[in-house]
T-cell receptor, first 113, second 116 residues
Framework: DGGITQSPKYLFRKEGQNVTLSCEQN?????MYWYRQDPGQGLRLIYYSQIVNDFQKGDIAEGYSVSREKKESFPLTVTSAQKNPTAFYLC????????????FGNGTRLTVT | QKEVEQNSGPLSVPEGAIASLNCTYSDRGSQSFFWYRQYSGKSPELIMS????GDKEDGRFTAQLNKASQYVSLLIRDSQPSDSATYLCGLKGAGGYGGSQGNLIFGKGTKLSVKP
């Protein structure tokens, strides 16, 4: 079955460490996205990529970095510069275009202490 | 800056009743509208999409769009306890490919509780 796989499901890190969240899709979608969700908050866009080897900052990109070397993969690195990294991180993809919805992975819950 | 507003709830309805969830938005250029359901601790799942003014029905769900008044709503008929979740309203602008205009932005969600 096609879908989006995020790993790991839970991640624990010490403050000051960089951490990379994995996102892989086999839906053959061009566009991929990273969102962050905090309790009681909506989804906030971190980074997005419309095509391989190209990506753009979203609304809250500071302290994060991404790469898009393959169509299937869009990993997110949470750096030590991110001041409040503890959150639920969601990766999504879409086929592109104004009427195409997002399909979400199962998310990674990151806790930094 | 595009904004999407939803009543955070909780909205509580008895089992079998109609649940009505509303969403207003500020960008008149918004083209596509989506409703997602999110269970606690899980990722959002797509319920409905709507692009034209009027109603769109899918089983117990009906999405309603009024672009002139800038609101979109979701009706859930015969509500079940399993419908208890947070419902996210999302919309896209006319940008499509390229630029943040084409990206999907979300409201903060309305928490629905269906009481047996």
């Amino acid at each position: 079955d096609g879908g989006i796989t995020q790993s790991p499901k839970y991640l624990f890190r010490k403050e000051g460490q960089n951490v990379t969240l994995s996102c892989e899709q086999n839906l053959n979608h061009d566009a991929m996205y990273w969102y962050r969700q905090d309790p009681g908050q909506g989804l906030r866009l971190i980074y997005y990529s419309q095509i391989v080897n190209d990506f753009q900052k979203g609304d809250i990109a500071e302290g994060y970095s991404v790469s898009r070397e393959k169509k299937e993969s869009f990993p997110l690195t949470v750096t030590s510069a991110q001041k409040n990294p503890t959150a639920f991180y969601l990766c999504a993809s879409s086929s592109g275009g104004p009427n195409s919805p997002l399909h979400f992975g199962n998310g990674t819950r990151l806790t930094v202490t | 800056q595009k904004e999407v507003e939803q009543n955070s709830g909780p909205l509580s309805v008895p089992e079998g009743a109609i649940a009505s969830l509303n969403c207003t938005y500020s960008d008149r250029g918004s083209q596509s509208f989506f409703w997602y359901r999110q269970y606690s601790g899980k990722s959002p799942e797509l319920i409905m999409s709507i692009y034209s003014n009027g109603d769109k029905e899918d089983g117990r769900f009906t999405a309603q769009l009024n672009k002139a008044s800038q609101y979109v709503s979701l009706l859930i008929r015969d509500s079940q306890p399993s419908d208890s979740a947070t419902y996210l309203c999302g919309l896209k602008g006319a940008g499509g490919y390229g630029g943040s205009q084409g990206n999907l932005i979300f409201g903060k969600g309305t928490k629905l509780s269906v009481k047996p």
